[in-house]
């Protein structure tokens, strides 16, 4: 269902599990790498005192293993309004509760792929794509083949891709190949060219990707597309982090549980589905939790509109119609993971005390800050890091969260 009510109505429900060491939220239409700089730069995430007073709060209440929401709610928040819904609405609403919500296409309607990539008829525009992208190296997997509880894949050129795409089509969404569907193009990292997207102010405290820019080797923003009939099977997102997708154009069905719901669907050896609306699910024998399961929260996503997924919701993705694009540790790289993002909070709070709204805005950079200094420290006092050899990191892990620590208190002074 896509209606539902207002945001400010959800603030009341019973409070879900952030299981979520960082906060990731995957891109689902990338800007190029050349134009990075520019385009990915976040807006001022306005969070204010009083936003960040509540969410440091929330997170000191939450337990190591807090349950999930519970059973799905009936309907998703349906978001229309871009000048009238702030981001400590967003906070306060579903970041917060752990509570998916849909935005509008409103959103989405100054953003270059929307323009470019779909013709005056909604559908992809095929010949864009081919003179832009057309020898392009892509990532393409095959929707009818299980290989453990994911797809093989295989690499081909954007152009090869389309020409089975358009002869799948032709053949009645049928192909002797299988469904193919091309997932995971790391298009931000790989492909310079035009500006595609605009990140949204909700979104802006992206850490995984701010991670991955500062080594300028990867990053955690996707473009997905494929015909009818092309889906992705059941999951959760990396370190139970929040993501976010897009539909430049098409439709699709979305699937979710609450963190928790996924235990029930469990089969008798333990392994999750690959696919929650198999008849095998029914099979008391093999799943012999599965009626104590309840029903997914379905979301029917049109173009142009933004599915907020929060953390620990897995879910299956299915294409209805056309086209999507959407939105990803030994203790040595999270330890340096970690570092990254800090000395950059802890930048922006020197900035933003010599200059008020500098960058990313002082409450977030304060916010980050304090939750970073909650990982670093149990990171620390982990039994399997403490042996590692840590003689070579700079700072030193304790010096750094000694730091962090200070950095709370000073931002917690009046």
Request: aromatic share 12%; hydrophobic share 40%; net charge negative.
């Amino acid at each position: 269902m896509r209606a539902g009510p207002e945001p400010q109505a959800l603030a009341g429900q019973k409070r879900g599990a952030l299981r979520l060491l960082v906060p990731r939220l995957v891109l689902t239409v990338s800007a190029p790498a050349e134009v990075r700089r520019r385009v990915l730069r976040p807006v001022l995430s306005w969070m204010d005192r009083e936003t960040r007073a509540l969410a440091d709060s929330h997170f000191r209440g939450l337990g190591v293993d807090v349950p999930g929401v519970g059973q799905a709610p009936g309907r998703v928040a349906f978001v229309s309004e871009p000048g009238a819904f702030s981001y400590a609405d967003f906070v306060r609403g579903f970041l917060l509760p752990n509570l998916p919500c849909v935005f509008s296409s409103a959103f989405t309607q100054g953003w270059g792929s929307r323009r470019r990539w779909v013709t005056p008829a909604g559908r992809p525009d095929f010949d864009h794509l081919l003179r832009t992208y057309g020898d392009v190296v892509v990532p393409v997997a095959n929707c009818g083949v299980q290989e453990y509880n994911s797809n093989p894949k295989e690499h081909m050129t954007l152009r090869d891709y389309i020409t089975y795409w358009k002869e799948y089509i032709q053949a009645g969404y049928s192909s002797p190949r299988g469904c193919l569907y091309l997932k995971d193009w790391h298009l931000c990292r790989d492909f310079p060219v035009e500006d595609v997207f605009t990140l949204p102010v909700y979104f802006s405290s992206d850490w995984l990707n701010e991670f991955w820019d500062a080594l300028d080797v990867d990053d955690y923003r996707f473009v997905y597309a494929g015909p009818a009939g092309s889906w992705s099977p059941f999951h959760a997102d990396i370190f139970r982090s929040f993501s976010w997708s897009v539909n430049v154009c098409g439709r699709k069905k979305w699937l979710l549980f609450p963190p928790g719901q996924e235990e029930a669907l469990r089969d008798r050896h333990g392994n999750l589905p690959y696919d929650v609306t198999s008849p095998a699910l029914c099979d008391t024998h093999l799943h012999p939790r599965n009626q104590l399961a309840g029903p997914p929260l379905e979301i029917t996503q049109e173009a142009g509109e933004m599915v907020f997924v929060p953390s620990g919701w897995h879910h299956q993705v299915h294409n209805l119609v056309i086209m999507r694009s959407c939105s990803g540790i030994n203790f040595e790289e999270f330890y340096h993971f970690l570092k990254v993002i800090a000395e950059k909070r802890l930048l922006v709070l020197r900035e933003a005390a010599a200059e008020d709204g500098a960058g990313l805005g002082f409450e977030q950079a304060a916010f980050d800050v304090g939750r970073i200094t909650e990982v670093l420290a149990s990171l620390v006092a982990h039994p399997d890091f403490q042996r590692v050899d840590t003689s070579a990191f700079s700072p030193q892990p304790k010096e750094l969260l000694q730091q962090l620590r200070e950095a709370v208190d000073a931002a917690a002074a009046p």
